[in-house]
């Protein structure tokens, strides 16, 4: 996809949910409770539309960044996520180790190890 498309996915994305915060129903109430500093109780307002952006908007501008630079996007998260994958392998090999190392359990009722 080219730079140009996910610019202005940003773009629009952030204008849809900016204009719902604006018109007021990208934003909810939350009761804060009275303490030291301030002892009554209060409503803030909470802008969720704001947290909906960022989590929507920042994969993709790092997308566009790589994409303005030439990279291949895809062959960078196959790699990302073969690398993720052996590493889960590797954890998962050492945990089978430990666990084919550990002293067993208190035996049950029959005198055998508990198994694990």
């Not at 993720?84 to 180790?97: D, E, P, T």
């Not at 430990?98 to 694990?116: F, I, K, L, M």
Request: proline share 5%; net charge positive; hydrophobic share 45%.
């Amino acid at each position: 996809m080219k730079f140009e498309v996910i610019s202005m996915m940003v773009t629009g994305i952030a204008t849809v949910l900016y204009m719902t915060m604006f018109s007021g129903a990208g934003k909810s109430f939350v009761k804060e409770l009275g303490h030291d500093i301030n002892p009554h109780d209060t409503r803030d307002a909470f802008y969720w539309g704001r947290y909906v952006d960022w989590i929507l908007t920042t994969p993709l501008m790092l997308w566009d960044v790589l994409a303005l630079a030439g990279a291949l996007v895809l062959r960078l998260i196959r790699g990302y996520r073969r690398r993720l994958a052996q590493h889960r392998h590797g954890l998962a090999k050492i945990q089978q180790q430990a666990r084919e190392t550990a002293e067993p359990r208190c035996p049950n009722a029959n005198g055998r190890p508990v198994p694990n």
